[in-house]
């Protein structure tokens, strides 16, 4: 793929590519409810080229994704069950602010009197006379059994209002959190639609721009291949290509998809970016959002508890401050990111599933994080350990992908798929990599006997 080109395309036989579709089209599988577990949105793909050789099924040739800057838009693209937005419009006001925004708006007000409430009451202990002191801390020895209750119904609270809150997670049956209602969280889903709008309103792609054709028929694909879950079918698909050289894509709840043209730089082939596509998909079929914003939501109430307590045992502001980052951090660190990573994990295990029954390549999944994580190594970007993140690292998304694939072969063969002839796209990436060791070996950069190991001056051969 050339970053630099203007124009993206499909090249090939338009008409076994729409006997490919079509037999996926066909597919109406009910996938089973297993447990599971974003394109990295910090990711900068700005130099390097990827090239990966998809498997193709015996006596067909699958069109592959190219960019090219004399690319002329396919002629033919189907009608799917999406909406083509090429106008922008300003939502209706609202009644009243919604239930998930008016926490957001109320939470530092949450903060700010839990502080003054643990401050309040160590002021107040301060105060005391010696005397009065050890007759509360007396009283408090004498009643130890019912402050213990109270703490325990307390606690009986929270427990009891989050199983009464649990909900089935659909397709993978995994139970989740939710506080919020859907219908508010909708609301807000379009609050931010018209934020993004506003922000990328000169870098929209027209229609009849290739690149957008590409991804609406790749996103048409998937939601027809996939229609016959409730969740993909009740959404309205709507297609946003945005002029950003940033290795993005994603899917608000209400179902408007947000594609960047560096991701359709970074991708291979048609089977990387379905799949990414289809990655994005899950995130808004599950209702990760929701959920998300539900365990946040139920995790600050539930520290505000331990901000006051912090206030009011700490004998100095200072201190109560120095209390009060810890105690974020651990929840940051403890709660938030490991459930996003499992997030990411679960929206892996559908999207894939989704493209599966589209008649994907799967096996190309996996490669697109081994070529992202090639990317980051010649880029020289520094490797975060994974704790610290909110996405799964490249290397281990490629390995669990790969546990994932076997699965997924199998829901496309019962899907009455082509079957996948050619080598593995897998090995011809791995194959590369050898073939770019070796030769990287003699290489020897001019005017200098020693190169920088952190960007080595690799070109990746094409396949």
Request: charged share 20%.
């Amino acid at each position: 793929l050339s970053g630099n080109a203007r124009n993206c395309f499909l090249t090939g036989n338009p008409d076994p590519h729409k006997n490919l579709f079509g037999k996926g089209l066909r597919c109406l599988l009910d996938v089973r409810h297993t447990s599971g577990q974003e394109v990295n949105r910090n990711v900068h793909h700005s130099s390097g080229r990827f090239f990966s050789q998809s498997s193709q099924p015996l006596g067909e040739k699958i069109p592959s994704l190219l960019i090219s800057s004399v690319g002329q838009p396919p002629s033919h693209v189907p009608a799917w069950n999406i909406q083509i937005n090429g106008s922008f419009h300003t939502s209706p006001s609202l009644q009243a602010a919604p239930v998930p925004l008016f926490w957001i708006i109320v939470k530092p007000a949450q903060k700010l009197f839990a502080i003054i409430l643990g401050r309040s009451i160590r002021n107040w202990w301060k105060a005391l006379p010696p005397n009065k002191r050890e007759l509360f801390k007396e009283r408090a020895r004498k009643n130890k059994w019912k402050i213990l209750l109270g703490v325990s119904s307390l606690g009986v609270v929270f427990v009891m209002f989050y199983f009464t809150h649990l909900e089935e997670t659909p397709i993978t049956g995994r139970a989740r959190l939710l506080v919020f209602g859907k219908e508010h969280f909708r609301e807000l889903s379009q609050m931010e639609y018209d934020m993004w709008m506003e922000q990328f309103k000169n870098q929209m792609l027209p229609e009849t721009d290739a690149r957008y054709q590409v991804v609406e028929r790749v996103i048409g694909h998937l939601s027809e291949s996939n229609k016959d879950v409730p969740q993909v079918s009740a959404l309205k698909w709507v297609i946003h290509v945005v002029d950003e050289p940033g290795v993005n894509a994603f899917v608000l709840p209400n179902g408007q998809v947000f594609v960047f043209t560096g991701l359709l730089d970074a991708v291979s082939d048609i089977h990387q970016l379905s799949f990414i596509l289809g990655h994005e998909i899950a995130h808004a079929v599950l209702e990760h959002a929701v959920k998300k914003a539900s365990l946040v939501h139920f995790l600050d109430f539930l520290s505000l508890i331990f901000l006051t307590m912090i206030w009011a045992i700490c004998p100095r502001d200072s201190l109560a401050v120095v209390g009060q980052w810890i105690q974020s951090k651990l929840q940051e660190f403890m709660f938030d990111r490991p459930y996003s990573r499992t997030l990411e994990a679960e929206a892996d295990k559908v999207g894939l599933q989704f493209a599966a029954k589209a008649c994907v390549d799967v096996r190309a999944s996996s490669v697109f994080w081994q070529q992202m994580e090639l990317a980051e190594t010649i880029q020289g970007q520094p490797k975060l350990p994974e704790w610290l993140s909110t996405h799964p690292s490249h290397e281990n998304r490629a390995e669990h992908l790969d546990r994932l694939i076997p699965e997924a072969l199998k829901i496309r063969e019962s899907c009455n798929c082509p079957s996948l002839s050619g080598p593995d796209p897998r090995l011809i990436f791995r194959l590369n990599m050898q073939h770019l060791l070796e030769s990287s070996k003699g290489q020897k950069p001019p005017n200098s006997t020693k190169q920088d190991p952190s960007k080595p001056k690799l070109d990746f051969p094409h396949t």
